[in-house]
């Protein structure tokens, strides 16, 4: 394993008391695979990878217990030095606003030169031809003209593949997509997810794709980790979902993806909104919103059941869901 995050938990304290936003999470990425996170705003997904990125908002944010092994270093024990060095050089992030993550008084092409003369102890000359070689790597047109414009200067979708660049420069082994296509329209999410698996594929990347869309995910990922409330309820690899989820959450949002494959069907909003994080739940924390909660679910958490080879589910009734005992029809009534 590149990455294995073990029983991750962070405590975020707030004025109303500790909110658990994640609560022993344990998942893995090998080299050359993705792993996509998902889950609706607030469960946990950005919080776990900047826990594993080390750039959690501290305080409030707190890790209080697991384990982020990096090629079996536990990077929770290092040095903030060390951590730094990880950052960028070995793991590096993209996220969603690349105009806000990007610095708008410095072109791209100096701000991508930057990274190989303060990393690399490039000379400025060789850093800035790196600089243009990158920019066309990641698809940048007349990409010698265009490294003297600013981050403003380019488009949504060009702005992206450069904090993709910049993510890339230092050939990472790991790279932690947050929401990196959900601010573009829907032809320019598509070439920005093509961009990212060809280059994973080059550089036999890691690649963890945090994303609130399953639509996104289907072509790309391997595996997929579906959060709730600050804890994984199903992840499998990413075919066995598609074909039958074991999870009523997981069903709930792969109903309400919009499929080729099934033109004419209705789409399904999973009712209700994801719990506070101060007050989750008793039982299992999805109940309230559940098409199939019976009376067990209402007191005891289900555990990580095994539903399959690679394969587990957070429910209870993860055997008549994976039947499609809850099926879309049921749920939606
Ligand atoms: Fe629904 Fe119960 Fe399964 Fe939770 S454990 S997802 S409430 S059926
Ligand atoms: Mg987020």
């Not at 000379?123 to 070689?133: C, I, P």
């Amino acid at each position: 394993m590149l990455l294995e995050v073990r029983d991750l938990q962070v405590e975020f304290r707030t004025r109303d008391g500790v909110a658990k936003a994640v609560n022993g999470v344990s998942y893995g990425v090998a080299e050359g695979e993705t792993l996509a996170v998902l889950g609706e705003s607030g469960s946990g997904k950005s919080v776990t990878a900047q826990a594993v990125m080390g750039i959690l908002d501290s305080p409030p944010g707190r890790v209080s217990g697991g384990q982020v092994l990096f090629r079996g270093r536990d990077l929770l024990t290092l040095k903030e030095s060390e951590r730094r060095r990880v950052r960028g050089a070995e793991i590096a992030m993209i996220f969603q606003d690349a105009l806000s993550a990007l610095n708008p008084v410095l072109s791209v092409g100096t701000q991508l030169a930057e990274m190989y003369t303060v990393h690399r102890k490039l000379k400025r000359k060789e850093a800035r031809a790196r600089a243009v070689e990158l920019m066309e790597r990641v698809g940048i047109p007349a990409a010698a003209e265009r490294a003297g414009d600013y981050p403003h200067q380019f488009s949504g979708g060009m702005r992206q593949r450069i904090m993709i660049a910049m993510a890339l420069a230092l050939e990472p082994a790991l790279i932690i997509a947050d929401e990196p296509t959900t601010a573009l329209d829907v032809t320019v999410q598509a070439q920005v997810m093509e961009l990212l698996a060809g280059l994973r594929d080059e550089f036999a990347m890691g690649l963890i794709l945090i994303t609130h869309d399953l639509g996104v995910v289907a072509d790309v990922a391997d595996r997929i980790a579906v959060m709730y409330a600050g804890r994984i309820v199903e992840s499998a690899p990413v075919h066995d979902i598609y074909r039958a989820p074991a999870h009523p959450y997981t069903r709930g949002l792969l109903d309400s993806v919009p499929r080729l494959d099934q033109k004419g069907h209705e789409l399904y909003a999973i009712k209700g909104l994801p719990p506070n994080l101060q007050r989750i739940p008793p039982g299992c924390a999805f109940h309230p919103r559940c098409p199939i909660a019976r009376d067990v679910c209402r007191t005891d958490v289900p555990p990580l059941y095994e539903a399959g080879p690679g394969r587990l589910s957070a429910c209870h009734f993860w055997r008549e869901t994976l039947a499609g005992a809850a099926g879309a029809a049921g749920a939606a009534g």
